[in-house]
């Protein structure tokens, strides 16, 4: 069985999972409308990871014997002044998560509840992941700078994404 605190903490990084998940669809959106398709197909993969994601704290929940709740999903940021700027966002919004996945291995630890700790270090794992893709990309932005032809040959390189 699932504490309350910790039903309820989870729930709400299920939600932010899927606010993850919303912010990568718009930085997808964004690309799409800037026609760059390679970085649009990555940012629509990312934003289904997100949602798998969710979906983990989901099943997890409902294995624990927890209630799964359903919270408004805020609205994330769709319009942004470059390719830089929106993997910038990326990499701060991965940051922000991987404290917030941080935070929820500590609240396990205070309460002794293995289980959780144990499903967790999966998230631990991924964030390291997550904040390197972006950060790799991040750095490859800044080194091209705003250069046609080089974000032309980054976008078919991250168009190869499956």
Same mark, same amino acid.
């Given at each position: =069985?699932? %504490?309350?605190?910790?039903?309820?903490?989870?729930?709400?990084?299920?939600?932010?999972?899927?606010? %993850?998940?919303?912010?990568?669809?718009?930085? #997808?959106?964004?690309?799409?409308?800037?026609?760059?398709?390679?970085?649009?197909?990555? =940012?629509?993969?990312?934003?289904?990871?997100?949602?798998?994601?969710?979906?983990?704290?989901?099943?997890?929940?409902?294995?624990?014997?927890?209630?799964?709740?359903?919270?408004?999903?805020? #609205?994330?940021?769709?319009?942004?002044?470059?390719?830089?700027?929106?993997?910038?966002?990326?990499? @701060?919004?991965?940051?922000?998560?991987? %404290?917030?996945?941080?935070?929820? @291995?500590?609240?396990?630890?205070?309460?002794?509840?293995?289980?959780?700790?144990?499903?967790?270090?999966?998230?631990?794992?991924?964030? @390291?992941?997550?904040?390197?893709?972006?950060?790799?990309?991040? #750095?490859?932005?800044?080194?091209?700078?705003?250069?046609?032809?080089?974000?032309?040959?980054?976008?078919?390189?991250?168009?190869?994404?499956?």
């Amino acid at each position: =069985m699932i %504490s309350k605190q910790m039903e309820e903490t989870l729930n709400k990084q299920m939600n932010r999972e899927l606010f %993850s998940a919303y912010l990568y669809l718009a930085m #997808s959106a964004y690309f799409e409308t800037a026609i760059m398709k390679g970085f649009a197909k990555w =940012m629509r993969l990312q934003a289904k990871e997100e949602e798998a994601h969710a979906l983990k704290f989901y099943d997890f929940i409902i294995a624990r014997g927890g209630k799964v709740s359903f919270l408004p999903i805020e #609205s994330p940021k769709t319009n942004w002044t470059s390719t830089g700027k929106v993997f910038e966002h990326a990499y @701060v919004h991965e940051q922000k998560v991987t %404290s917030l996945i941080n935070s929820l @291995v500590e609240l396990a630890i205070k309460e002794k509840d293995h289980a959780t700790f144990e499903m967790l270090q999966w998230f631990v794992k991924e964030q @390291v992941e997550e904040e390197a893709q972006a950060n790799e990309i991040l #750095s490859k932005i800044k080194t091209f700078g705003d250069i046609p032809g080089k974000l032309f040959y980054l976008d078919h390189e991250l168009g190869k994404r499956e």
